[in-house]
């Protein structure tokens, strides 16, 4: 018998990045390792240039989510006008400047959202330092402002975390209850939907994997902006 901590993550708009290939930037149905690790680090006040504490947090905590709805996909086109100047520093005061540059040096992009998608997030630590009460508290009263994958996509629900102990992860994501305000999202779910299982290598889900798939987001450095990839394991045949 373990604690986990869990909590729920809904907005209108989520983007938990996948591998970003050209002008795509996608999103995955279900947040990674990396998205969850930066939402614990804001709510607990940990700078990206702190990387001690970036590394102790990843080292501390373990993941498991439950997709309850994935949402619909929005696909949104970006334009970014960066000019060369601007590109080695040079001080412009106003876009008006920027705009009387020869050369926009404009880029094009595609981003994709998720739409009213709801999960829920297990979290482990034995960790004395980043234990799963000091989480908690965190999350309820955090030091930076959350959001879920990009800054214009911050929590339309409280995160509602709770300490459940539970022999495994199934069990503890199963035990939790999702705000009742939330409930009209099951009726938007595709047909024939059933709750999907995600989890690292290492935890008791309770479970058998139907797949096991590599995911480039284990952090290595925050300043950088470097990546590991790890294993994530899934099971698809969950109960209503």
Not at 127 to 145: C, H, I, M, Q, T
Not at 198 to 224: C, K, L, T
Request: net charge positive.
């Amino acid at each position: 018998m373990g604690e986990h901590l869990v909590f729920q993550l809904y907005a209108p708009l989520a983007a938990w990045g996948g591998q970003a290939v050209g002008q795509e930037r996608p999103s995955d149905d279900h947040p990674g390792r990396s998205a969850l690790l930066g939402l614990i680090a804001a709510a607990l006040g940990i700078r990206r240039d702190d990387e001690d504490a970036q590394q102790a947090l990843r080292d501390a905590c373990r993941f498991a989510i439950k997709l309850l709805a994935p949402g619909l996909v929005l696909r949104d086109f970006h334009t970014i006008q960066v000019p060369p100047s601007a590109r080695k520093q040079q001080h412009l005061q106003t876009r008006r400047d920027e705009l009387r540059e020869a050369k926009l040096g404009t880029m094009l992009s595609f981003r994709s959202y998720r739409q009213d998608a709801l999960c829920l997030v297990a979290v482990i630590s034995d960790d004395g330092k980043y234990g799963v009460e000091r989480l908690e508290r965190a999350l309820l009263a955090p030091e930076f402002p959350l959001y879920l994958g990009r800054k214009s996509c911050p929590p339309a629900a409280p995160l509602n975390p709770e300490i459940i102990p539970a022999k495994n992860l199934k069990t503890a994501l199963d035990s939790y209850c999702v705000a009742a305000g939330l409930a009209p999202l099951f009726s938007s779910r595709p047909r024939n939907f059933r709750p999907r299982y995600y989890w690292e290598q290492g935890m008791d889900a309770g479970i058998a994997h139907d797949y096991r798939a590599p995911r480039y987001d284990q952090p290595v450095s925050r300043r950088r902006w470097q990546f590991a990839p790890r294993d994530e394991y899934a099971w698809l045949g969950g109960e209503s």
